[in-house]
C-alpha cells in the first residue's frame, strides 16, 4: 500500500512524477494540557497533584454548566469535560471547583503562541490550547529535537504541560499529539505513516464526528486501516467530497483534486438556553463553547473567516446583532472566541444600561469565508510520499 518516495532521477533527465514533498518540512503539533486547569494551578501550586475542575462550582447552587476542563487526577474519577457539573461533583465529591476565567486563559494562549513564534515564523492556532508550527529539520531526530526543546521551554517559563505531534503533515501530528497525551512527544516518520493510522479508530481523523463515524460503521468501517480499502468513489457515496478525502488519508495519499464548489459564504451555530440567562458569565462560557464549535467544523472544512458576528434573542423575542469585518482572515477558535466575547460583551453592556432583559438564544456567526490555504484544502496535507491513490487500488 504504500511506497518509498521516488528517488531522484539521474541528472539531466526530467522528473516524471511530482517531487515529493521537501524532506526537511515537519510540522510539530502542539497541545497543552489540561490547559484551563493549569493555567489556574500556575497561580495556586497547592492544589497540584489534586482533582481540581474548571466550571460552574455546584457550591454556587443548581447550574445547567459543563465540566470545561479537569485535571489528570479528575479524570481518574470518569470526571471529562463536556460533562454535566452536577454528574462531575457526584462522580468526584473531593474536587477543587475554580470558576473559569476566560480572560486568564486567552492572556496564557498569546504567550504560548509568542513563545511559539521564537521557533517558527508561521504559528497556526487550531483553538486556545492547540497550534501548528511547522518547522525545518533535516531529518526525524532533529525534529524530536526541537519538538522537546518546546516542551521543556513552554513548561519552565510558561509552567505549562504540553504534548506534542511531528509529523510532516498537520492531519497526522495532530493524530500524533492525541497519542501523546499527557506531557509526551510521538513522532510519525512518513514512511511510518500507513502502519501508524492502520489500527486507529476513525474517530482518531480531525474532523470526524459521531455522525460521520455512525455512517461509515453501518459499512462496517472502525478503522482507519478498513477505510482505506475502500474505492473513494464509494465512500465518496456515503460523505460526499470529505468522504473522498478521508480514503486519500486514509491510504497516505494526497485527494486527488480540491474541492471546488463554493459552499455557503457562511456559517453559524446557536444555542437555546432552557432558562433565559442574565449573567454575564453564563453568556461568555457560552460563546467560548459556541465559537470553538464553529471553528472545529471550519477546520473540518478547511475554511477561514473574514468576519465575525454575535446575535442575542432577548427575552421578548426581540433580537441585537453585532459583527465586525477582520483585516485578515483567520482560522482557529482563539481568534474567534476573543472577537465574539468583545462583541457579545458590547451587545451585552448596551442592553444593561438600557432594559437589562436576559438572553433566549445566542448565536455566533462567521462570514467572508476562504479556502484556508492556497495550496490545498482540509485534509489534503497528507504528504504524496506514498504514491497516487490509484496505486493503492
Ligand atoms: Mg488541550
Wanted: proline share 9%; net charge negative.
Amino acid at each position: 500500500m504504500s511506497t518509498p518516495p521516488p528517488a531522484d532521477p539521474p541528472e539531466g533527465l526530467p522528473r516524471l512524477a511530482p517531487p515529493a514533498p521537501r524532506p526537511d518540512r515537519w510540522v510539530l503539533y502542539i497541545d497543552l494540557d489540561a490547559f484551563y486547569v493549569e493555567c489556574e494551578l500556575r497561580s495556586r501550586p497547592e492544589l497540584r497533584g489534586t482533582p481540581v475542575i474548571v466550571g460552574p462550582p455546584p457550591s454556587e447552587g443548581p447550574t445547567r454548566g459543563v465540566v470545561l476542563s479537569a485535571s489528570y487526577e479528575a479524570r481518574k474519577f470518569g470526571v471529562r469535560s463536556a460533562l454535566p457539573a452536577t454528574l462531575a461533583a457526584r462522580l468526584c465529591p473531593s474536587a477543587s471547583w475554580i470558576a473559569p476565567d476566560f480572560p486568564k486563559y486567552e492572556a496564557a494562549s498569546r504567550e504560548v503562541r509568542s513563545l511559539l513564534h521564537h521557533y517558527s515564523d508561521e504559528v497556526i492556532p487550531f483553538s486556545i490550547d492547540e497550534a501548528a508550527v511547522p518547522v525545518e529539520a533535516p531529518n526525524a531526530d532533529a525534529a524530536r529535537a526541537i519538538a522537546e526543546r518546546i516542551q521543556h521551554d513552554v513548561r519552565t517559563t510558561l509552567g505549562l504541560p504540553a504534548s506534542i505531534g511531528v509529523a510532516t503533515t498537520r492531519v497526522i501530528a495532530k493524530m500524533a499529539t492525541d497519542l501523546a497525551k499527557p506531557a509526551g512527544i510521538r513522532v510519525v516518520r512518513p514512511e511510518e505513516v500507513a502502519a501508524f493510522a492502520a489500527p486507529l479508530p476513525v474517530r482518531a481523523i480531525p474532523g470526524v464526528g459521531p455522525k460521520t463515524d455512525a455512517i461509515l460503521r453501518q459499512h462496517g468501517i472502525t478503522t482507519i486501516g478498513e477505510l482505506a480499502t475502500h474505492r473513494p468513489g464509494e465512500v465518496g457515496a456515503w460523505l460526499g467530497g470529505f468522504g473522498r478525502e478521508l480514503v486519500a488519508l486514509a491510504r497516505g495519499a494526497p485527494s486527488d483534486a480540491p474541492e471546488s464548489d463554493e459552499g455557503p459564504r457562511s456559517r453559524s451555530t446557536d444555542r437555546t438556553f432552557a432558562e433565559d440567562v442574565g449573567t454575564w458569565a453564563e453568556i461568555e462560557t457560552a460563546i467560548h463553547s459556541l465559537a470553538a464549535e464553529l471553528a472545529h467544523s471550519l477546520e473540518k472544512e478547511g475554511l477561514r473567516y473574514g468576519a465575525v458576528g454575535v446575535a442575542f434573542r432577548w427575552s421578548d423575542f426581540s433580537r441585537s446583532q453585532r459583527s465586525r469585518t477582520l483585516s485578515a482572515a483567520q482560522e482557529g477558535a482563539a481568534p474567534l472566541g476573543e472577537l465574539a466575547v468583545r462583541l457579545g460583551r458590547e451587545l451585552w453592556e448596551a442592553e444593561q444600561s438600557a432594559r437589562g432583559r436576559a438572553v433566549r438564544t445566542l448565536s455566533v456567526r462567521t462570514e467572508r469565508l476562504t479556502e484556508r490555504t492556497q495550496r490545498q484544502v482540509s485534509l489534503d496535507d497528507f504528504p504524496p510520499a506514498s504514491g497516487s491513490a490509484h496505486s493503492a487500488l
